[in-house]
């Protein structure tokens, strides 16, 4: 029974220091007014004295001096009667010197609490927009751009189109050039021939000077010409020439000599169906095509790229414009969250979060602005022809918009359309043409040669008499000097006997002149040519050529090679007919996934845009965190990124495909004009 008043009593001391220690620490922490200067205040009225005061407020008496005041503990609870307090043992009369009360942790005596002294918060002005310009482009100089109107541009400026564009021009000269060959020529040859020929025959002409001088004018004009039609070639020539002569034995002199022949060949075996030229014309009518089957493949492939690049810079642009609006969601964030830190209601801690956040904001913005000059960068140079261009300096502004359709693919349909309008597989084909021409030269090689050869000719000859005297004039019929003519010697002999015997002198008799040329034969260059068509004077020429190969292995061995590459063909052909069936396989799936990811996208970015107008109510009331308002944001702009890069796949996989099934041109109510051969 002793023993447990003194636990009791253990227990009650160590309630009441626990009660010490407690209101002493909230008394610490509870901010309480600076106690006024006694000094400073005027003296209080008895009543105010009076008046019941807060516990450890009781006023102490200025004249005791200070330590010496009775204070009441202010952790004594309510009711609870503080006991007197006791003089020491020994000295009754002497009152016991007053202690400020201690911590029972530290035992330092509690100082008087002091009024928390906040550092004065002044709001901060938000920061600005970062700088949005592009190098290389001007604000001022904006080009307003549609699909249409790139593609157009790029038709008209696009070097790779313009250099397949030349690549049919070349093909279409090269067939020009080689169909020449048919065309008829004419040939001329004008000379003049003077020779002075040494004699050893008296009837050469040459007389006593032992030569005879020959001067010719002559004119021979060809034309040539062969037939496309069976391999013949005919060869007209007529030939012209006017010959003046010493030579005493010459009827005529001057005189004019024409002659006017045919000459036709006509292949009866080999080279009759086809021969070279024919083969190297027909191949290239069939390279024409290809040409012209690369230059539509080149304007499908440029046009692609086009409608790839444009919507590219649509959906840059549009993003640009998202991370714009997500960052002056931030900003907002931020100019809310100064006016709170300025007002009290916020700690300034919260201001670096946002700070953190508008920052990364910041970031993304200056990379979607990176990407729309790469966009903007690649259209430029498949619309434009020349970096000098001005345009090169303009900001592009699409006017189209991603388009979507919800209707699926039918994959059959493109495969047809594939097969039918790709130009590869008419490459091929036209290249497996090309192979069959190989194949009947070559074997039209392999027979013998036998030609048709045939002359027709005429000639015509007219000319000047020898003779000096006309035709009937009376001459002696012993003229001539007796020094030097036999026949006058031999008469002035025989006149100078009659002379010296007395006898009449012989007189010699005259005759007329005779005509040593025919009629048809005197003229000038019309008489020639009369006589030339008259028909007169004739040659005809039939026969035939015939070249029999004992071997021919040269022929054989190019039919065989030909025909060798006539199964490569077939095997590419194959090869190709399968790249085109993944490729529009490939175009046609992305198509219907890229559908099935708008839908799922614009439902995704509707969701989003709830629980953001959710999580701001939220916020607004107090029930949320910046933390929180921050991530539903930048779900919502992730949301929305997904949903244009989905619209910009789609539009850029509808590309792909008219690519794939080479429908782009008739899409694009584009007209090539194909290449007449």
Request: aromatic fraction near 6%.
């Amino acid at each position: 029974m002793l023993n447990s008043v003194p636990r009791e009593l253990l227990k009650i001391v160590s309630l009441s220091a626990l009660l010490l220690v407690g209101s002493q620490v909230a008394f610490a922490q509870t901010p309480t007014a600076t106690p006024p200067n006694p000094a400073t205040q005027p003296p209080a009225s008895p009543s105010q004295q009076d008046a019941p005061r807060p516990p450890g407020t009781e006023q102490q008496n200025p004249s005791t001096p200070p330590g010496t005041q009775q204070t009441a503990p202010p952790t004594a609870p309510p009711g609870t009667q503080q006991p007197p307090a006791q003089a020491p043992p020994g000295n009754p009369n002497v009152a016991p010197p007053t202690q400020n009360p201690q911590s029972p942790v530290t035992g330092e005596p509690l100082q008087d609490p002091q009024e928390p002294k906040f550092p004065v918060v002044e709001q901060k002005p938000l920061p600005p927009i970062p700088n949005m310009t592009r190098l290389g482009v001007t604000s001022d100089n904006t080009l307003t751009l549609s699909l249409t109107d790139a593609i157009k541009r790029a038709l008209e400026n696009n070097n790779d189109i313009e250099v397949a564009r030349d690549d049919v021009r070349f093909a279409e000269t090269q067939l020009r050039s080689l169909e020449g060959i048919y065309d008829p020529f004419l040939s001329f040859t004008p000379q003049i021939d003077k020779r002075i020929t040494p004699v050893q025959n008296i009837f050469a002409g040459g007389g006593t000077a032992g030569q005879v001088s020959t001067t010719t004018l002559s004119l021979n004009p060809t034309l040539n010409k062969s037939f496309a039609t069976g391999g013949g070639d005919y060869q007209l020539s007529f030939s012209n020439s006017r010959t003046k002569t010493s030579a005493a034995n010459s009827t005529l002199n001057p005189f004019y000599s024409s002659n006017l022949s045919l000459v036709f060949t006509q292949p009866l075996w080999r080279d009759r169906s086809i021969d070279n030229n024919r083969r190297q014309i027909r191949i290239q009518k069939k390279r024409l095509e290809q040409s012209d089957a690369d230059f539509r493949l080149r304007t499908i492939s440029v046009i692609s790229q086009v409608q790839q690049a444009y919507w590219e810079l649509v959906f840059a642009l549009r993003d640009q414009q998202n991370q714009l609006a997500n960052l002056n969601l931030s900003r907002e964030s931020l100019r809310r969250v100064e006016a709170q830190i300025a007002v009290g209601t916020k700690a300034p801690l919260e201001r670096a979060e946002v700070q953190t956040e508008l920052a990364n904001r910041e970031s993304a913005l200056l990379i979607a602005v990176q990407n729309v000059s790469i966009a903007e960068n690649n259209l430029k140079q498949l619309v434009f022809k020349d970096p000098t261009f001005p345009e090169w300096y303009a900001q592009i502004t699409p006017t189209d918009t991603p388009k979507f359709d919800a209707t699926p693919v039918n994959l059959n349909d493109a495969l047809k359309e594939a097969r039918d309008n790709r130009p590869e597989l008419r490459r091929l084909r036209l290249q497996g043409d090309i192979n069959q021409i190989d194949q009947k030269f070559f074997r039209n090689q392999t027979k013998p040669q036998v030609d048709l050869v045939s002359t027709v000719a005429t000639t015509g000859l007219a000319g000047t008499p020898a003779q000096t005297l006309p035709p009937g004039t009376l001459v002696p019929i012993i003229p001539g000097d007796p020094n030097t003519d036999p026949d006058a010697f031999l008469l002035a002999q025989i006149r100078d006997i009659q002379m010296r015997a007395g006898f009449p002198v012989a007189t010699s008799p005259f005759v007329a002149t005779p005509t040593l040329a025919p009629s048809a034969l005197i003229g000038g260059y019309g008489q020639t040519l009369k006589n030339l068509f008259n028909l007169n004077t004739y040659n005809v020429i039939v026969g035939v050529s015939i070249q029999i190969p004992l071997k021919n292995r040269t022929a054989e061995a190019n039919l065989a090679g030909a025909k060798i590459q006539g199964e490569q063909l077939l095997a590419s052909l194959r090869s190709q007919d399968q790249v085109i069936e993944v490729d529009v396989r490939n175009s046609a799936q992305a198509v219907e996934t890229s559908r099935r990811r708008v839908l799922a996208a614009r439902e995704a970015r509707a969701n989003a845009e709830m629980q953001l107008e959710g999580e701001q109510r939220l916020y607004q009331v107090g029930r949320s965190t910046t933390f929180l308002l921050f991530q539903r944001e930048n779900a919502l702009t992730n949301a929305r990124g997904a949903e244009l890069r989905a619209e910009t796949d789609y539009n850029k996989a509808l590309a792909d495909l008219q690519r794939a099934t080479s429908t782009t041109l008739r899409a694009n109510n584009i007209v090539v004009n194909t290449p007449t051969p």
